[in-house]
């Protein structure tokens, strides 16, 4: 049995992390690094076979106790809470953490194009947190996924039940997702063949597509027409603030950098967006339109 640290254990990545290291269970002793071990969601994990740490990842004293022992570390930081220089703090600490305890394998969780100098902040920020990995000389890989297929859902759910997909997104500009649960599988796929994904950087992606068609395959999963709406960024400023209106002018200006047939070299088949809809409990269709159909 190997030791993993895994961070954010209670949230989208680590829980996806964690799902894909239980179905191989007999490789892996899981700790799963949270905020608050009392929560509903940390007990669940508990019952499930994890074994709950609680942390701050801006303690350096406290993640070098946690990652002393482990094989291995899974690593995701996030600016939504306290910004961006907190999220390098994050990173940085647990990375040195790692690196004094020479753990075998440390994974980090980026964004797609975070090498690209978007100037984007919360983009910066996970490249500063890889450019740290690589000077400190870490045997790692770099998982760099690309916008959630699951932020439609946190974003823009009530609208699109409505019947409306307003995103400020040009016409003819295509947006590369990604399925968060996908990361589960490219992490352990990683940590099971270390051989082939040390010192790389894996840019996840399931699809890539226009509001049009976005919109058409709501319409076809919910049952009922979703119209597209191209918003003008400058207004979805002024709704969601300047670090998201910032993201898609750049989305609409450059875009994420992603060749999704590439991951079939590395054994990734990533999820489309047709089937994420199918298989999400948060898109399936009420019982007046399925009746309907």
């Known amino acids: 049995m190997r030791n993993i640290l895994v961070t954010g254990a209670t949230g989208t990545q680590g829980g996806a ?25 940390a007990e669940a994990l508990e019952a499930r076979g994890v074994t709950v740490v609680e942390g701050d990842m801006t303690d350096a004293d406290r993640m070098q106790e946690l990652v002393d022992g482990m094989d291995a570390v899974y690593s995701v930081t996030t600016f939504m809470e306290h910004g961006t220089d907190v999220e390098v703090e994050q990173g940085v600490t647990l990375a040195e953490a790692a ?16 090498d690209a100098d978007t100037g984007l902040p919360h983009f910066e920020s996970k490249w500063a947190v890889e450019q740290r990995i690589e000077e400190l000389g ?8 690309v916008f959630f297929m699951q932020n439609f859902a946190y974003m823009m759910r009530e609208d699109i039940m409505d019947g409306q997909l307003v995103m400020p997104l040009n016409e003819g500009v295509s947006l590369a997702v990604v399925d968060a649960t996908d990361i589960g599988q490219t992490v352990v796929a990683a940590l099971s063949d270390p051989e082939a994904f040390l010192g790389e950087v894996v ?8 509001v049009e068609k976005f919109a058409a395959a709501f319409g076809d999963q919910l049952g009922h027409e979703v119209e597209p709406v191209h918003a003008d960024v400058e207004d979805y400023r002024e709704m969601a603030g300047d ?3 910032d993201m898609f002018q750049w989305f609409n200006d450059v875009g994420y950098d992603i060749d999704i047939p590439a991951l079939a070299e590395w054994g990734i ?13 948060m898109w399936q269709p009420t019982a007046a339109a399925a009746g309907a159909q």
């Open 138 to 145: 870490l045997p790692a890989t770099v998982v760099r996924p």
């Open 99 to 114: 690196a004094d305890a020479g753990v075998d394998h440390f994974v980090y969780s980026s964004v797609g194009s975070a």
């Open 269 to 281: 088949e990533t999820t489309s967006f047709e089937a994420y809809l199918a298989d999400s409990e």
């Open 17 to 41: 992390v964690v799902d894909y290291l239980l179905a191989d269970s007999e490789q892996w002793e899981i700790y799963g690094l949270t905020r608050d071990a009392t929560s509903d969601a």
């Open 243 to 245: 670090e998201m209106a």
């Open 203 to 210: 840019t996840l992606a399931g699809d890539d597509l226009t």
